[in-house]
C-alpha cells in the first residue's frame, strides 16, 4: 500500500459519514462494515431522515439508496448538495437504469455503486471521497498560512513605516526649529531672517504629509468606514492628480458593482498615490487604463485572501515599466529608485499604499514588463 493510500485511510478514520438505507436488514450488514473504515457512523431510514440528519450533524460524506419512502434518494442529495455542495455523495442502488445514473450526474452525485454491494469497491469509493476531501483540506491550510504570513508581512511593514515616518518627522520638526533659532538669534538682520524662513517653508510641506500619513494611520479606520460605491473614490482621485497633465485616463468598469466598506480618506490617498506613480513614469505622456470588475475568489486563486467576492481594480500605465529587481521591492518602507528628497522619492508611496489595502483585507500586487508599463492589481472585498 502507497503513502498517499495509507494517508487516505487514516483520514478516513477521522470522518463523519451518513449512511442512508431503508432495508433494515441491509441497513444492519452496512453498519457492521461501516464502522470500522470511517470515524463516526450515522445513519437513516429514508430520504426524510436522511436530510435531518444531515442538517443536525454535516457529515463530511453521503452514503444512499435511491429508492425509499417519504423522499428518494437523489431528492435528498439534491437538497443535501444545495446546503454544501461540496460534499461527497456516493449512491448504492440496485438500479443500473439509464435515468438514474443521469440524474445522478446531473445532480452532482460523487460515485454510483450498485448492489450488490461489493465492500471492496464500496471501501474504495470512500477512500477516493476521502482523498478528494483531504487534499482540499490541505490546501486550505496552506491558502490560511499564505494569508497569515502576509498578515505577518503587513504588520512588520506598518511597524517599519510608522517608525520610520515618526523620526522622518521629528528630525524635520529638530530642522525647522534649528532655522527659527537661527533667525531669532539675530532677529535685525533682514538677510539672516529670509534665508532661515526659506529653508523653514522647503521643510514644511514635507513635515505636513508625514503629519498627516501619521494622524491617518494612527486612527481606527473603522471609524470612518462607509459602505458605497468604490468606483466614483478611485476616478475622482485619479482624474485629479491627472489633471493638466499629457496623460489620458481610459474607464472601464461596469456601474453597477457591489458596494464596499472602506474610509474614503485612505482610499484616496492610495489612488492618487498610485496616479502620482503613474504620472512620474510617464513624463512624455500616455495612457491610464483604469478597470475594474466583480470576481470571485477561491482557494485555487494564487492571491493570499479569504474566499469571497471581490472587486479587482486595475492601474495599467503606458511608460517604461519597473525592472525586475526593483518590483521585488517596490512594497518595502522607503525603498525608491529615485532620487531622494523633500517631495519625490522618499520611498512611502507604495508602503502606504499596501498598508491601507491590507487594513481593507484586501491585497495589492504588481507585475511589469520593461518596455511595456506597469499594472497594479487591487482586490476589496464586497460589503456584507
Known amino acids: 500500500m502507497?503513502?498517499?493510500?495509507?494517508?487516505?485511510?487514516?483520514?478516513?478514520?477521522?470522518?463523519?459519514?451518513?449512511?442512508?438505507?431503508?432495508?433494515?436488514?441491509?441497513?444492519?450488514?452496512?453498519?457492521?462494515?461501516?464502522?470500522?473504515?470511517?470515524?463516526?457512523?450515522?445513519?437513516?431510514?429514508?430520504?426524510?431522515?436522511?436530510?435531518?440528519?444531515?442538517?443536525?450533524?454535516?457529515?463530511?460524506?453521503?452514503?444512499?439508496?435511491?429508492l425509499m419512502p417519504k423522499m428518494d434518494g437523489l431528492a435528498m442529495a439534491s437538497e443535501i448538495l444545495a446546503?454544501?455542495?461540496?460534499?461527497?455523495i456516493i449512491v448504492v442502488t440496485a438500479f443500473e437504469l439509464t435515468d438514474y445514473l443521469m440524474?445522478?450526474?446531473?445532480?452532482?452525485?460523487?460515485?454510483?455503486?450498485?448492489?450488490?454491494?461489493?465492500?471492496?469497491?464500496?471501501?474504495?469509493?470512500?477512500?477516493?471521497?476521502?482523498?478528494?476531501?483531504?487534499?482540499?483540506?490541505e490546501l486550505k491550510l496552506k491558502h490560511q498560512r499564505e494569508i497569515q504570513e502576509a498578515r505577518a508581512k503587513h504588520n512588520e511593514t506598518f511597524a517599519i513605516?510608522?517608525?520610520?515616518?515618526?523620526?522622518?518627522?521629528?528630525?524635520?520638526?529638530?530642522?525647522?526649529?534649528?532655522?527659527?533659532?537661527?533667525?531669532?538669534?539675530?532677529?535685525?538682520s533682514e538677510n539672516r531672517c529670509s534665508n532661515c524662513l526659506n529653508e523653514i517653508l522647503k521643510y514644511r510641506d514635507h513635515a505636513n504629509f508625514l503629519g498627516n500619513m501619521l494622524k491617518i494611520l494612527g486612527?481606527?479606520?473603522?471609524?470612518?468606514?462607509?459602505?458605497?460605491?468604490?468606483?466614483?473614490?478611485?476616478?475622482s482621485s485619479v482624474q485629479q492628480v491627472l489633471t493638466d497633465s499629457s496623460i489620458g485616463l481610459r474607464p472601464d468598469y461596469p456601474e453597477n458593482l457591489p458596494?464596499?466598506?472602506?474610509?474614503?480618506?485612505?482610499?484616496?490617498?492610495?489612488?492618487?498615490?498610485?496616479?502620482?506613480?503613474?504620472?512620474?513614469?510617464m513624463p512624455s505622456g500616455g495612457e491610464l487604463h483604469l478597470f475594474a470588475q466583480l470576481v470571485q475568489v477561491t482557494m485555487d486563486d494564487t492571491v493570499p485572501l479569504n474566499p469571497g467576492q471581490y472587486i479587482l481594480v486595475e492601474l495599467a500605465d503606458s511608460g517604461a515599466g519597473i525592472a525586475p529587481e526593483v518590483m521585488q521591492k517596490i512594497f518595502e518602507p522607503y525603498f525608491s529608485s529615485k532620487d531622494r528628497s523633500?517631495?519625490?522619492?522618499?520611498?512611502?508611496?507604495?508602503?502606504?499604499?499596501?498598508?491601507?489595502?491590507?487594513?481593507?483585507?484586501?491585497?495589492i500586487t504588481a507585475e511589469s514588463t520593461p518596455g511595456s508599463g506597469a499594472t497594479f492589481r487591487i482586490w476589496l472585498p464586497v460589503a456584507e
Open 2 to 66: 502507497s503513502k498517499e493510500s495509507k494517508q487516505d485511510q487514516e483520514y478516513l478514520k477521522t470522518l463523519t459519514v451518513l449512511y442512508v438505507e431503508d432495508d433494515a436488514e441491509i441497513r444492519k450488514q452496512s453498519i457492521q462494515f461501516l464502522t470500522r473504515p470511517v470515524g463516526i457512523l450515522i445513519t437513516a431510514a429514508n430520504g426524510v431522515e436522511g436530510l435531518e440528519a444531515f442538517k443536525k450533524h454535516l457529515p463530511d460524506i453521503v452514503i444512499t439508496d435511491v
Open 259 to 281: 458596494n464596499v466598506s472602506f474610509d474614503e480618506e485612505q482610499m484616496r490617498l492610495v489612488f492618487a498615490g498610485l496616479a502620482t506613480n503613474a504620472l512620474e513614469a
Open 103 to 137: 440524474r445522478a450526474i446531473n445532480i452532482g452525485v460523487e460515485k454510483y455503486v450498485t448492489k450488490p454491494v461489493n465492500s471492496q469497491l464500496l471501501l474504495k469509493s470512500l477512500l477516493d471521497c476521502a482523498h478528494r476531501l483531504r487534499a482540499e483540506e
Open 219 to 235: 486612527n481606527d479606520y473603522n471609524d470612518n468606514m462607509q459602505c458605497q460605491s468604490l468606483m466614483p473614490c478611485i476616478s
Open 83 to 88: 446546503i454544501a455542495p461540496s460534499v461527497p
Open 342 to 363: 523633500q517631495k519625490r522619492g522618499t520611498g512611502l508611496n507604495l508602503a502606504l499604499c499596501r498598508t491601507v489595502i491590507m487594513r481593507h483585507d484586501g491585497i
Open 161 to 188: 513605516l510608522v517608525g520610520g515616518m515618526a523620526d522622518d518627522y521629528n528630525n524635520l520638526m529638530q530642522t525647522i526649529l534649528g532655522y527659527a533659532s537661527l533667525a531669532n538669534m539675530n532677529p535685525d
